[in-house]
């Protein structure tokens, strides 16, 4: 009994549970220094990661990226890229004026959420 306590102890523990993923700069999703709290390799965001990205920031994917639950905050945007493709398991919520901007091919192929 005191084996499974303490196991559970640990998993509530883990930053990787409750840590938030949030973007601490414009740029691109997969380069870690563009994040603070992060799970992931490197420290980009994980498919575990609750990720937000704030007032200001604007992030690009053009490769896989992945997270939990997606917010955008204030002028926060996501541009995902030709090529790109973001995967969230839970809830993509859109607050404040910030914008999901998806390329298609081509330069006149562009939607904004």
């Not at 409750?18 to 601490?24: F, G, K, L, R, Y």
């Not at 790109?84 to 081509?106: E, F, Q, R």
């Amino acid at each position: 009994m005191k084996k499974r306590i303490l196991i559970l102890a640990l998993l509530a523990c883990s930053p990787s549970l409750w840590a938030a993923c949030v973007a601490s700069t414009s740029g691109a999703w997969t380069t870690g220094g563009n994040w603070t709290g992060c799970a992931g390799a490197g420290g980009v965001p994980a498919a575990t990661d609750a990720v937000t990205i704030g007032n200001t920031f604007s992030m690009t994917c053009n490769g896989a990226c992945a997270a939990s639950t997606l917010t955008t905050a204030g002028t926060g945007s996501l541009e995902i890229q030709s090529g790109g493709t973001v995967t969230v398991t839970t809830t993509v919520t859109l607050a404040g004026t910030g914008t999901l901007l998806i390329d298609g091919s081509g330069t006149d192929r562009k939607s904004v959420v």
